[in-house]
């Protein structure tokens, strides 16, 4: 019993300088005071009666307890904010110990010895569910950090696909439009025509259109001018074409136009409302040529409904220029 008095009288002890170090800092004169008082003593009880005979003198160690336990309570009331479960605790524990300081037999010593334990369970469940909050606390705390930085590397990830996307669709882009026109590049039209092709649905018209004397236009005006000619060129060409048709620039002041689903016929009439619309709108005044070509009859492939178009189109330079020709129709 006197080694368990003794062991009990170190933990309070332990707890005893606990509490004045860490929540009593306002109070630390009074408790360091109290602290003092309690190991002068215990150097006193050391000196005369040495410490085997100090640890086995149970009265001594219980009172020793009792004052420790006494200076624990008093500091813990003197808290501002006081923690009430603790302190009953302390309180069980110090009527434990005043009844079995009365000796351990009889009814008094097993009240005390009950109370005692009722006071261990209540330190016990105290620090293992203060313990508990303040883990769980902490893993709360670590999931929503978790969470957070998930949200926040989700979110980079996504604007960074979202650059990475868009940084492909501009050079999708620029690797199939003409950047001056903001139509299709030969390279473009050329396999938008196969692919069309490829499809064997007929009939596929296309359109040859070169500017008459554009070098002249240069010349006289300037590049920057003749850039603008070939710009309105395509606005108005795109205002006079279907939805469903494709727009190509083949090179220089040279253009495709593919009409899907149109015979020679819709295509000559098209050409011709392009035609009359560059005559009467453009600025400075230019004309166009055209030559037009139509799958199957004039062709299997891009290469030779091309050729055809082309040589369409040097029939309308023979005829005069700003002229729609078909190699054979019209």
Known sequence: MEIINFIELMLMATLLLFITMKGFQRYILSSSLMILIILTLLSMFLARE???????????????????????????????????????CFLWFLTGSLLLSKGIDGRVGFLGIMIKLISYYGFYHYFYKGAYIALEKQMKEVEKLKTSLKQTYDEEVKKQLFYMELQQERLISAAHMDAMTETYNKKAILDILEELLSLKKEPISIMMIDIDCFKKINDFHGHVVGDQCIKELVAIIQRNIRKLDYIGRYGGDEFIVILPDASAIIAKNIAEDIRESISRESNPRVTISVGIACYPQDGQTPLDLIAKADKGLYTSKRKGKNNVSHTTMF
Request: positive net charge; charged residues 25%.
């Open 50 to 88: 040495g410490f085997n005979k100090i640890l086995n003198g149970a009265t001594m160690i219980q009172v020793m307890l009792i004052m420790t336990i006494v200076a624990i309570i008093f500091l813990l009331s003197r808290k501002r904010k006081k923690d009430r479960r603790l302190i009953y």
